[in-house]
């Protein structure tokens, strides 16, 4: 977030920009979440080793370290909103307190599911709804740009309701009566709180509370539909980050001990040692 223009210590950021084929920006990754939204024209979307088109309408999310770009052809533009965040944007004090853990599905589950479903039903905005968007855009650039007193707030309550609309929209076309379904929807709404609030402090009780479900139950779903526990699969994920750390900055051990969610970074290394088979330092040598 350095590298772009926004209010001290809230790492956030909207612009409109406009691309064609002399302004192309080239194929890369950010350690932020990227909500990006078409308001006009088309292109082709570069993302990780595929590709596939992009009109106006067209919204999606680009999780961090996801490599992203655009091809643009003669005479074709896209115009876009680049709404730029951290990961966990939207507090968990806010999900607890207003009973969402059932409501962000375009932010929790969608951006986490396999390329093809995510992108072949990725949200494609018409009538109200692109309305709603729209002008929510543009409230939470407006409130950028004065930064008057309570914008913080405004922000991040405009960006809660606005996923809540989002998610509205793109369950409307997933809902289904299957059991089995539901429960694996709820462990994969797990899953993405797990990705993005991954530098939190997370216990089973915080996720039962969030969810609504007792620990044993969550344990045994979540066993079920991902052949782990729940702590396994929250070393998995701040060991990937971890990863990404290591390689492309070089903040000390301990540091990105902290960014990943541990205090103890002796405790720290020995897990990354037993998840990859080589040490911290090690890792960053091989792979820089």
Known sequence: MSYYKHPRDFPFWIKRIRHDKHDIPPLHGHEFVELIYVESGQAIHLFQDISYQVRAGDIFIINPGELHGYAIQDGQEIVVTNCLFDPGFIPTSLLRELRLS???????????????????????????????????????????????????????????????????????????????????????RMCGYVERHYDQRITLSTLSELFHIGVRQLNRLFHRHKGSTVIEFLHRVRVEKAKRLLVDTDEKMDVVSEMVGYEDVAFFSKLFARVTGTTPGKYREQHR
Not at 116 to 142: C, M, T, W, Y
């Open 102 to 188: 059932d409501a962000l599905d375009f932010f929790y589950v969608q951006p986490f599911l396999n390329k093809e479903a995510r992108f072949h039903h990725k949200l494609n905005l018409r009538g109200s709804i692109e309305d709603v968007v729209r002008s929510g855009l543009k409230e939470l650039h407006q409130e950028l740009l004065q930064t008057r007193p309570g914008y913080q707030a405004v922000v991040q309550l405009r960006m809660t309701e606005l996923f809540i609309q989002l998610s509205r929209y793109y369950t409307e076309g997933q809902r289904t009566k299957d059991v089995n379904v539901s429960s694996e929807l709820l462990v994969q």
